[in-house]
């Protein structure tokens, strides 16, 4: 537990009960402080644990850039090749990509910004938002950038990072823009989402009709349908028990598209090597003019994948990464290109044979195993990327730019892998649409690779502010880096334009929609944020109430929920102002999230108390990273009053010292009691006797010996009150405890544009309705739930 000062106008009174443990204790705890710190950092690991990490993440990180060579020459040349040197062509484009993005860009740069293992643009985010003030909901404390995990640079004022720090923080118009990318960027992974296993499942099942060419295609997209519901349908499970098989099969995979690969070039034309040469590259484009500018839509689907290998970074270290691409993804991808262009280059009169390249170019005598890997190795890669939408989902959602939806968490290992069932289902009804939709993997293609190139450029932009920000590096570096990504990715860019109306255009309604759902609930949750700020009551008015409140303190405990860090809510003052009584120990508590992906468990809540002892009041602060669930089995309650009582006996611990302006805190001591605190907190009830022993007396008076008698007589009345009130607060907490919720609704002013009261009133307050509420993610039981509601308009 941390223990922090009151967040807002009053920290400054009433001293002799609200204080900051950090100001007694701060130096012994430097030691333990720093331990901490290194729990959170990327470890060194030994080789061959570093070589296990590389073999597990290719069945996470990179299945979905492994099953590009299912898709990518079709999609390249859809109406047949007009000659042999085209094939060669894009094979250098291929070649040049594949270094360029996920090589350079990618594995060797974007990995590195990872949010203490976690990626995405929503961690970049995360990252912008520690380093400057641009979240737009501002309800942070400077007490929130001493946790452990709350790790940022500084710089010098007059330095480049300063000056971009202080343009982004000068006008609210740029934090919108900032956070307006972000979500551009995350509803196209969310269009990922959707078109990966679409295309890649489709893909794989194509390959049953290679031997039977009179097949009806109905008969593939029905097989393809079957092992999507099959896929979306068993999400609930986790990964957790199978994920073990992931790693094997996209092993096996990428070893048969390199042998296969290394075979054809043997087999068919060893000269397709000369691709190495960007020479042809401009050949390629020389000879086909706008055709040729047209089909990088279709070379574009050969580094798909590569947002979600940041995304799905999860606990991998990033050398581990790095080692899994350099010496197993990419030299088989290439072999597997380069195989197949040979292929090509002997069968570029066959229409049907550029259709079904891949499966066209397996050895007879072992297609159908490779069939079997392939459509594993699809399954696979939609399942990394199905699990990178959830955890973005669940990333937004943290942030406040997602409606509350059930999360669940399918594993009792790893922290990272969750389920989110309303997503699921839409995700699969959607994919399926596009696949029964389309029924070829061309538009499906040009859809995805309008979907990735957008994803690319949000997170080039990103990474431009991290490298100013963040890293610090020199102008000429970020330049350098800008520039190249630049060129690239808008090349890509406007060529998947002129695909727009050829299927690109799925990924931007489906980006839209999402953008739509994501900007309004996060517009409506900062009004109410406002709100709440502006018309919070004064400490001054609810200390002049006295200790009654003007009303009867009934036995129980009242836990008023608000999105407050400070300041008592104006529901609270609505509340007391309706009913006669209140009871005799009100918390008020505060859930937020933090720009970090995780809060360690013994720095959770800040707990401080509320005018005089007599008042019983006090405020929690209960802070989670975005990658913290609240799980079924997690009571909160519980843990609340256990962190309330610690900070009961640590404030007399305290106060039985202050007769002394200075004291020698010793540093073992210190901590032994402080162990103690911590291991007692698992105990519903409190321990009243040694324990507050102990604690006096780790704190010694330093002056003189004659101090010591008095402050034995001051520690043993500050035991008498500590345990007075602790006793108080069990008996108030048998009596009973109530949650109350404040139920804010929002409403459009009457002069409101339309498309305001159309947002508001209509798109929020549906999604306000169908959202989960507090007191569900909470586990509070209905019975001990009073809701509270109010109306405001903006």
């Given at each position: 537990?941390?223990l922090?000062?009151?967040?807002?106008e009053?920290?400054?009174?009433?001293?002799?009960s609200?204080w900051?443990?950090?100001?007694?204790?701060?130096?012994?705890?430097?030691?333990?402080?720093g331990?901490?710190r290194?729990?959170?950092?990327?470890?060194?690991?030994?080789?061959?644990l570093?070589?296990?990490?590389?073999?597990?993440?290719?069945g996470?990180?990179f299945?979905?850039?492994?099953?590009?060579?299912?898709?990518?020459?079709y999609n390249t040349?859809?109406h047949?090749?007009?000659?042999p040197e085209?094939?060669?062509?894009?094979?250098?484009?291929?070649?040049y990509?594949?270094?360029?993005?996920p090589?350079?860009?990618?594995?060797?740069v974007v990995?590195?910004?990872?949010d203490?293992?976690q990626?995405?643009?929503?961690?970049?985010y995360?990252?912008?938002c520690?380093?400057?003030?641009?979240?737009?909901?501002?309800?942070?404390?400077?007490?929130?950038?001493e946790?452990?995990?709350?790790?940022r640079?500084?710089?010098?004022?007059?330095?480049?990072?300063?000056?971009t720090?202080?343009w982004?923080?000068?006008?609210?118009s740029?934090?919108?823009?900032?956070?307006?990318l972000?979500?551009?960027?995350?509803c196209m992974?969310?269009?990922?989402?959707?078109?990966?296993?679409?295309?890649?499942v489709?893909?794989?099942?194509?390959g049953?009709?290679?031997?039977?060419p009179?097949?009806?295609?109905?008969?593939?997209?029905l097989v393809?349908v079957?092992?999507?519901?099959?896929?979306?349908s068993?999400?609930?499970?986790?990964?957790?028990?199978?994920g073990?098989?992931f790693?094997?099969?996209?092993?096996?995979?990428?070893?048969?598209?390199?042998?296969i690969?290394?075979?054809n070039i043997w087999?068919?034309d060893?000269?397709?090597?000369?691709?190495?040469?960007?020479?042809?590259?401009y050949?390629y484009?020389?000879r086909?003019g706008?055709d040729?500018?047209?089909?990088?839509?279709g070379?574009?689907?050969s580094?798909?994948?590569?947002?979600?290998?940041?995304?799905?970074?999860?606990?991998?270290?990033?050398?581990?990464?790095?080692?899994?691409?350099?010496t197993?993804?990419?030299?088989c991808l290439?072999?597997?290109?380069?195989?197949?262009?040979?292929?090509?280059?002997v069968?570029?009169?066959?229409n049907?044979?550029?259709?079904?390249?891949?499966?066209?170019s397996?050895?007879?005598?072992?297609?159908?195993?490779?069939f079997?890997?392939?459509?594993l190795?699809?399954i696979?890669?939609?399942?990394?990327?199905?699990?990178?939408?959830?955890?973005i989902?669940?990333?937004?959602?943290?942030?406040?730019?997602f409606?509350r939806?059930k999360?669940?968490?399918t594993?009792?290992?790893f922290?990272?892998?969750?389920?989110?069932?309303d997503?699921?289902?839409?995700?699969m009804?959607?994919?399926?649409?596009?696949t029964?939709?389309?029924?070829?993997?061309?538009?499906?293609?040009?859809a995805?690779?309008t979907?990735?190139v957008?994803?690319?450029?949000?997170?080039t932009?990103l990474?431009?502010?991290?490298?100013?920000?963040?890293w610090?590096?020199?102008w000429?570096?970020?330049?350098?880096?800008?520039g190249?990504?630049?060129?690239?990715?808008?090349?890509?860019?406007?060529?998947?334009?002129?695909?727009?109306?050829?299927?690109?255009?799925?990924?931007l309604?489906?980006?839209?929609?999402?953008?739509l759902?994501?900007?309004?609930?996060?517009?409506?949750?900062?009004?109410?944020?406002?709100?709440?700020?502006?018309?919070?009551?004064s400490?001054?008015?609810?200390?002049?109430?006295?200790?009654s409140?003007?009303?009867?303190?009934?036995?129980?405990?009242?836990?008023?929920?608000t999105?407050l860090?400070?300041g008592v809510?104006?529901i609270?003052?609505?509340?007391?102002t309706?009913l006669?009584?209140i009871?005799?120990?009100v918390?008020?508590?505060?859930?937020?999230?933090l720009?970090?992906?995780?809060?360690?468990?013994?720095?959770?809540?800040l707990?401080?108390?509320i005018?005089?002892?007599?008042?019983h009041?006090?405020r929690?602060?209960?802070?989670?990273?975005?990658?913290?669930?609240?799980?079924?089995?997690d009571?909160?309650e519980?843990?609340?009053?256990?962190n309330l009582?610690?900070?009961?006996?640590?404030?007399?611990m305290?106060?039985?010292?202050s007769?002394?302006?200075?004291?020698?805190?010793?540093?073992?001591?210190?901590?032994?009691?402080?162990?103690?605190?911590?291991n007692?907190?698992?105990?519903t009830s409190?321990?009243?006797g040694d324990?507050?022993?102990?604690?006096v007396d780790?704190i010694?008076?330093?002056?003189?010996?004659?101090?010591?008698?008095s402050?034995t007589?001051?520690s043993q009345?500050?035991?008498?009150?500590?345990?007075d009130?602790?006793?108080?607060?069990?008996?108030?907490?048998?009596a009973?405890?109530?949650h109350?919720?404040g139920?804010t609704?929002?409403?459009?002013?009457r002069?409101?544009?339309?498309y305001?009261k159309?947002?508001v009133d209509?798109?929020?307050a549906?999604?306000?309705?169908?959202?989960?509420?507090?007191?569900?993610?909470?586990?509070?039981?209905h019975e001990?739930?009073?809701?509270?509601?109010?109306?405001?308009?903006?």
């Amino acid at each position: 537990m941390d223990l922090g000062g009151e967040i807002g106008e009053d920290s400054d009174t009433n001293k002799g009960s609200m204080w900051v443990l950090d100001q007694k204790l701060d130096q012994p705890m430097d030691e333990e402080a720093g331990r901490l710190r290194t729990m959170y950092r990327e470890k060194k690991f030994s080789s061959l644990l570093l070589l296990r990490f590389a073999f597990q993440s290719l069945g996470v990180v990179f299945g979905d850039l492994g099953t590009s060579p299912l898709y990518v020459f079709y999609n390249t040349f859809p109406h047949g090749i007009a000659d042999p040197e085209d094939v060669v062509g894009a094979l250098s484009l291929i070649i040049y990509s594949l270094t360029l993005i996920p090589l350079i860009k990618y594995v060797f740069v974007v990995c590195r910004a990872n949010d203490s293992g976690q990626g995405g643009t929503f961690a970049l985010y995360s990252l912008l938002c520690r380093h400057a003030k641009v979240k737009t909901i501002p309800n942070q404390h400077r007490t929130d950038e001493e946790l452990t995990t709350y790790s940022r640079s500084t710089f010098h004022e007059q330095s480049y990072a300063a000056k971009t720090k202080k343009w982004l923080e000068g006008h609210a118009s740029r934090k919108n823009a900032l956070l307006l990318l972000v979500l551009v960027g995350t509803c196209m992974v969310i269009g990922d989402g959707i078109l990966t296993p679409a295309i890649s499942v489709l893909s794989a099942a194509g390959g049953i009709k290679v031997n039977s060419p009179k097949m009806n295609n109905d008969y593939v997209i029905l097989v393809a349908v079957v092992i999507l519901v099959g896929l979306f349908s068993m999400q609930h499970y986790g990964t957790d028990k199978v994920g073990w098989l992931f790693a094997p099969i996209v092993l096996l995979w990428f070893l048969l598209i390199g042998g296969i690969g290394v075979f054809n070039i043997w087999k068919y034309d060893s000269s397709v090597l000369r691709a190495f040469s960007p020479v042809y590259i401009y050949r390629y484009f020389k000879r086909n003019g706008r055709d040729g500018w047209t089909s990088l839509g279709g070379i574009m689907l050969s580094i798909t994948g590569t947002e979600a290998l940041f995304a799905d970074l999860a606990h991998f270290p990033v050398s581990a990464v790095q080692i899994a691409f350099t010496t197993v993804v990419f030299p088989c991808l290439l072999l597997a290109y380069s195989g197949q262009a040979a292929f090509l280059v002997v069968h570029h009169d066959n229409n049907e044979t550029v259709t079904q390249a891949f499966y066209r170019s397996i050895p007879d005598r072992i297609y159908w195993p490779v069939f079997v890997v392939a459509t594993l190795a699809a399954i696979v890669a939609s399942q990394a990327t199905i699990s990178a939408t959830f955890s973005i989902i669940k990333q937004a959602l943290a942030l406040g730019c997602f409606p509350r939806v059930k999360v669940v968490h399918t594993s009792k290992k790893f922290l990272g892998q969750i389920y989110i069932p309303d997503i699921n289902w839409i995700l699969m009804i959607l994919c399926i649409a596009v696949t029964a939709g389309f029924k070829n993997q061309s538009q499906i293609g040009n859809a995805y690779g309008t979907a990735v190139v957008v994803v690319m450029l949000a997170t080039t932009f990103l990474m431009t502010l991290i490298m100013i920000l963040v890293w610090r590096c020199h102008w000429i570096l970020v330049v350098i880096f800008t520039g190249l990504s630049l060129v690239v990715e808008c090349t890509y860019f406007s060529a998947v334009l002129f695909k727009v109306d050829q299927g690109g255009w799925v990924p931007l309604v489906i980006a839209a929609a999402f953008l739509l759902i994501m900007y309004v609930w996060h517009y409506g949750s900062l009004k109410r944020y406002e709100f709440e700020m502006h018309s919070k009551v004064s400490m001054a008015w609810l200390l002049g109430l006295g200790p009654s409140l003007g009303l009867v303190r009934v036995p129980g405990v009242g836990l008023v929920y608000t999105e407050l860090a400070s300041g008592v809510p104006h529901i609270f003052s609505h509340f007391i102002t309706n009913l006669p009584a209140i009871h005799s120990v009100v918390i008020f508590v505060c859930v937020k999230y933090l720009p970090v992906y995780t809060v360690p468990e013994e720095e959770r809540f800040l707990v401080k108390r509320i005018g005089p002892k007599n008042f019983h009041m006090f405020r929690c602060v209960a802070r989670y990273g975005y990658k913290d669930l609240h799980r079924k089995d997690d009571d909160f309650e519980k843990k609340l009053f256990d962190n309330l009582f610690m900070f009961v006996r640590l404030e007399a611990m305290m106060e039985g010292c202050s007769d002394s302006d200075e004291y020698s805190v010793y540093g073992q001591q210190t901590e032994k009691s402080r162990e103690i605190l911590l291991n007692n907190n698992g105990n519903t009830s409190p321990s009243l006797g040694d324990l507050t022993m102990s604690t006096v007396d780790a704190i010694v008076p330093v002056r003189s010996p004659v101090n010591n008698a008095s402050n034995t007589v001051s520690s043993q009345m500050s035991n008498q009150t500590e345990m007075d009130e602790l006793e108080f607060m069990n008996n108030c907490r048998d009596a009973g405890v109530v949650h109350i919720l404040g139920n804010t609704v929002v409403r459009a002013r009457r002069d409101s544009r339309f498309y305001k009261k159309i947002a508001v009133d209509y798109i929020y307050a549906f999604l306000r309705k169908v959202c989960r509420e507090h007191s569900v993610i909470f586990n509070v039981p209905h019975e001990s739930l009073l809701n509270v509601g109010q109306i405001f308009y903006v």
